[in-house]
């Protein structure tokens, strides 16, 4: 997804902590994951001043090298720090800097809001935001550029909460272009008025971009900015490592000058927007960990189709709620392995955005279609797999595909799958525990901003299937709920194996960096809703406490 926004507002960042020594951090309830889910109890962890741990202790046990610290964890919950492997984080953090309409429930709470907004800043050119979603609205419609013409006569750009559709004023498409004679691009849709070919205000994924490219690009401070809001939303939730997909140039310029200035805290799995941004920042392959394994293009995300909610995911069938669109074909099967294959090449690693049932069909045939060439561990991603015909679920077990989930999608999206598909079609829709059991490998992660980077919430969906209000009783398709070691282990080892940092953080393991999470409750032993009332205490990577609840 892309936002653009201009703002000008001054900052400062937080400095780094101080590097520790040999610490002992003692008298912890302690968690320590693999992968397969099994986990380990410790009481405390010798860490160095490089921050890595160089020993685990349990009950009785001492440290066998000199101490220069202690930290005492007061018998609280200690696990690895999250891994969240589904983000999109400087649009996280843009979308702190501009218009929110992600609480809106009804279109016009959304025009009061963008009103204010426009007062507030009478001096911008363009007004930009994101968050809105029809569905929560009621409205039973997208809304049109007049709903928005009637609050102001600005340029204005709102993005869809799922970042697949921008919602634009009349201003905007002028300042555009944007006629009745402008023809839909190749995996975009220009939405009509009725009985007219007049737009409407709303432009679907690939059409976005004939109008955000007219919007003023965000300059380098708001940018970094920018950053430091998203690393201290995800420290809040316990996040301490992400998978960025569709990083940019500019983004990836945003990451360096952080590193250099010491302000990256955050580890950063990158997979760039596209080929050419690849091979810039790669060149001939992934690069290395940079500013002691805080940052790393590992590879390419390739956008296959849609999202649901503004009917772009590529079905199989027809929408049963809007007979004659099976959504968009974003990339077609050849420029899809044509894609692959060159990044395959030089051995980046593939991650594909597969949400309908026919895409995410195409997702794994491609990769079947490719491994006779390139062989090895590729650790091949399909991102979300929300919607999988259950004849193409045991292809998710082939050639260690890996499939990279969000469980809030399951409860965020619950009513509108079933309108979408249909109630004969719903198998294999969010299907966590039927994809796991081919052998496929599964992290979970948030797709923030779409959703907020909260793992303890995905925890609670992903082993109930049950929203915040315990809806729906019993859970919805309950059978494909996971356990909760299983949704642990997605959310740490299991996250950076996926994007191959397994042995650099993950699993709280001799060796590994100590990142990890306080918290005041331990989710191996907690219920749904239980679990969604854990708090986070306190963040630390590498030894050092980024964040704290108290701060």
Same mark, same amino acid.
């Given at each position: 997804?892309?936002?653009?926004? =201009? ?180 995996? !975009? ?143 077609? !099967? ?10 395959? =090449? ?123 209000? !315990? ?81």
């Amino acid at each position: 997804m892309t936002m653009r926004l =201009m703002v000008g507002v001054a900052f400062a960042m937080l400095l780094p902590a101080t590097a520790l020594a040999e610490t002992h951090f003692d008298n912890a309830d302690g968690i320590s994951i693999r992968r397969d889910g099994s986990v380990d109890r410790f009481s405390g962890m010798v860490v160095d001043d490089d921050g890595r741990i160089v020993q685990l202790l349990d009950f009785g046990d001492r440290p066998e090298v000199e101490i220069d610290y202690q930290v005492d964890l007061q018998g609280r919950t200690v696990i690895p720090g999250m891994v969240d492997s589904h983000v999109h984080v400087m649009d996280l953090g843009l979308a702190k800097l501009t218009l929110d309409l992600s609480g809106t429930r009804s279109l016009e709470e959304a025009q009061g809001l963008i009103a204010s907004f426009a007062e507030r800043f009478p001096n911008r050119p363009w007004l930009l935001g994101r968050g809105w979603n029809q569905e929560t609205w009621g409205l039973g419609r997208f809304p049109t550029a007049e709903e928005i013409d009637a609050v102001s006569d600005r340029p204005i750009v709102l993005e869809r909460v799922d970042g697949h559709a921008i919602w634009a004023s009349s201003a905007a498409l002028v300042a555009a272009g944007i006629t009745a004679e402008t023809p839909d691009p190749p995996g !975009g849709r220009i939405l009509r008025k009725p009985g007219s070919r007049e737009p409407s205000g709303v432009l679907v994924d690939n059409a976005m971009e004939l109008v955000l490219r007219h919007a003023p690009p965000p300059r380098p401070d708001d940018r970094d900015l920018a950053l430091h809001e998203a690393q201290q939303e995800f420290f809040r939730h316990g996040v301490t490592a992400v998978a960025d997909m569709g990083t940019s140039l500019e983004d990836w310029m945003t990451f360096r000058r952080a590193g250099d200035a010491g302000r990256l805290n955050l580890r950063i799995m990158s997979y760039a927007a596209s080929v050419p941004e690849m091979l810039l920042i790669g060149g001939t392959g992934p690069t290395p960990w940079l500013y002691d394994d805080r940052l790393r293009l590992n590879g390419v995300k390739f956008w296959l189709d849609g999202a649901l909610g503004s009917r772009g995911a590529l079905l199989k069938q027809d929408y049963a709620d809007d007979h004659g669109n099976r959504g968009l074909e974003v990339l077609d !099967g050849t420029q899809l392995r044509n894609s692959m294959s060159r990044a395959a =090449m030089d051995g980046f690693q593939v991650a594909i955005h597969a949400i309908g049932d026919a895409a995410n069909a195409d997702a794994v045939a491609a990769i079947d279609q490719l491994s006779a060439d390139f062989s090895g561990d590729r650790r091949w991603r399909v991102e979300h797999a929300q919607v999988v015909d259950p004849a193409d679920i045991p292809l998710f077990g082939q050639h260690g595909i890996i499939a990279s989930m969000q469980p809030v999608h399951q409860t965020s999206d619950r009513l509108m799958a079933e309108a979408r598909l249909g109630p004969d079609r719903l198998a294999g829709s969010y299907a966590w525990r039927s994809i796991a059991g081919t052998g496929a490998g599964l992290a979970f992660g948030s797709d923030a901003p779409v959703e907020l980077a909260d793992p303890l919430e995905g925890m609670a969906v992903a082993i109930s299937r049950v929203d915040a209000a !315990g809806e729906p009783a019993g859970g919805w398709m309950a059978q494909e709920a996971v356990s909760r070691e299983a949704a642990l282990a997605a959310y740490t080892a299991a996250g950076a194996y996926a994007g191959f940092a397994e042995g650099i953080f993950g699993s709280l393991a001799v060796g590994e960096r100590a990142d990890f999470v306080v918290l005041d409750g331990d989710p191996l032993i907690s219920g749904a809703e239980n679990i969604r009332n854990i708090t986070v205490l306190e963040t630390w990577i590498a030894g050092q406490r980024v964040w704290a609840e108290e701060d």
